[in-house]
């Protein structure tokens, strides 16, 4: 069964940082990967799509790659700002349906 | 921009009460799923359905629960006898293909 786990669990920086967020999976038979921010009570809301042939992926601040021989994604967040602090989920999609990790809920402090 | 909705954003039922909950997808999208998230815990898949049937449901979605397309434009979760455990956040999606799920604001359900 498909295990989706990410690190850190809460990760607290300073505005204008960048950072990292992991993400890893047991099985490598995937579709595609997403990213998701949630926001406290709210939906998900879809970051970024990488398809199981791409490495990488851009959009604005964000840039998102996939090994997925070694089952690891990453979610790079360029010059952080408030306004980023939400959670940060990935779901792997496999058969069409997606498993998603814990999460890691970023604070980003002025 | 297209977008899925939900409705109701909240619903409180008394345990053993019939619910439903109400979606419209993305009008071009061809798959319609179902997830939920127990509060603090992870979101979990419970049903995907396309082409007027279910193509995969998870262990969650047993016999209490079924879906249905009544029409052109909805999607809709019935749970028959709600317990307290079913309690979550409820979240539909859509998808044209195999390709990136949009998701719903989610209904809040909550069994007393």
């Known amino acids: 069964k498909q295990e989706v786990t990410q690190i850190p669990a809460a990760l607290s920086v300073p505005e204008g940082e960048n950072l990292v967020l992991n993400c890893s999976f047991t099985?490598?038979?995937?579709?595609?990967l997403q990213w998701f921010r949630q926001d406290p009570g709210k939906g998900l809301t879809s970051l970024l799509l990488?398809?199981?042939?791409?490495r990488e992926q851009t959009s604005g601040r964000l840039n998102a790659s996939l090994d997925k021989s070694s089952g690891r994604s990453t979610l790079y967040i360029a010059a952080s700002q408030p306004g980023d602090s939400a959670t940060y989920l990935c779901a792997v999609n496999r058969a069409n349906n997606l498993f998603f990790g814990t999460g890691t809920r970023l604070t980003v402090i002025p | 921009e297209p977008e899925v909705t939900q409705t109701p954003s909240h619903q409180v039922t008394q345990m053993g009460q019939e619910v439903i909950l109400r979606c419209v997808p993305i009008s071009n999208h061809l798959y319609f799923y179902w997830y939920r998230q127990i509060l603090g815990q992870k979101v979990e898949f419970l049903v995907s359905f396309y082409n007027n049937e279910i193509s995969e449901k998870s262990e969650i979605f047993d016999d209490q629960f079924s879906v249905e397309r009544p029409d052109g434009s909805n999607f809709t979760l019935k749970i028959r006898s709600t317990k307290l455990e079913d309690s979550a956040m409820y979240f539909c999606?859509?998808?044209?293909?195999?390709?990136?799920?949009?998701f719903g604001p989610g209904t809040r359900l909550t069994v007393t």
């Open positions: 999606a859509s998808s044209y293909y195999v390709y990136e799920q949009y």
């Open positions: 099985d490598s038979a995937i579709y595609n």
């Open positions: 990488i398809q199981s042939s791409q």
